[in-house]
């Protein structure tokens, strides 16, 4: 093919430019990241770096990101990062944002980190009603440390610290996040997505790209938790662990909107 022809042709799908061209966490492989095959914190990041090249907002983002697998957006995305304790990002978000206003600052956080070490972090940010965007990544379970049981982990499913399956009698229930902090008056948006098929896929594009919207447009706190495989600490296929996010987890995590007040504050804001 001449490169007269070549020239024709436009680029429709790229890598997001908010995301490094070349990850330098290891000396081989810089061309992908260090998540496992199937794992879907990958899915999110490009999900989350196309938001942001859309939002037009690179040189304004910043990242707090804590303990977990999600620990190395430092090494993904190039916008400004900081690195927090575990559990411990919406503090150093809220901190972050009220120091520079003018940054968008987001949290990126799995479940044994936002909803175990960090729930007081997350609840009171929320409350105050801080004007961040939290990410919160739910797969039920400890990953990095070797699959324990977190505040997450499904009733009956086996960990290495519930080796005869979660009982609600000694571990308690599993806590469901969105649903306590929509009870809140102060967060403007609460959503929960899947990455369970291609069409859930697409949905939780649209709600992160809306959550981070929201903070651009000085609306508030909005969180948006996705329901993510993990097919290594699992133990299953890729394919086997996304059917087991749309076929078992959604059981006891329903997807959809648990708060929505972004019109309402919208039109009360002094512009």
């Not at 290594?232 to 997807?255: C, G, N, S, Y």
Request: charged content about 20%.
């Amino acid at each position: 093919m001449s490169s007269e022809v070549i020239s024709e042709y436009t680029v429709a799908h790229a890598k997001a430019k908010s995301l490094y061209a070349r990850y330098e966490r290891k000396q081989e492989f810089q061309h992908q990241t260090h998540f496992c095959p199937g794992c879907g914190h990958g899915i999110v990041h490009k999900m989350l770096a196309r938001a942001i090249d859309e939002l037009g907002i690179q040189n304004r983002t910043i990242l707090t990101g804590p303990v977990g697998c999600g620990v190395f957006t430092y090494n993904y995305f190039d916008v400004g990062n900081i690195s927090a304790a575990h559990g411990r990002a919406p503090a150093v978000a809220t901190g972050v944002k009220r120091s520079r206003p003018e940054s968008i600052v987001i949290s990126y956080q799995g479940d044994g980190d936002l909803a175990a070490i960090g729930s007081a972090e997350i609840l009171h940010a929320a409350n105050r009603g801080e004007n961040i965007t939290a990410i919160f990544i739910n797969n039920a379970v400890y990953s990095m440390t070797g699959g324990q049981a977190a505040p997450t982990t499904l009733l009956g499913q086996t960990t290495t610290t519930t080796p005869n399956g979660r009982q609600a009698a000694t571990e308690g229930y599993p806590l469901h996040i969105c649903e306590l902090l929509a009870t809140l008056e102060a967060p403007v948006y609460i959503e929960r997505v899947g990455l369970g098929d291609n069409k859930q896929i697409a949905q939780a594009f649209r709600a992160i790209h809306r959550a981070v919207d929201n903070q651009v447009r000085g609306l508030g706190f909005s969180l948006v938790e996705v329901l993510s495989p993990c097919p290594t600490i699992w133990k299953m296929t890729p394919v086997d662990a996304q059917h087991w996010v749309r076929e078992v987890m959604e059981k006891t995590f329903p997807l959809g909107v648990f708060q929505n007040r972004t019109q309402v504050v919208d039109s009360r804001r002094v512009r």
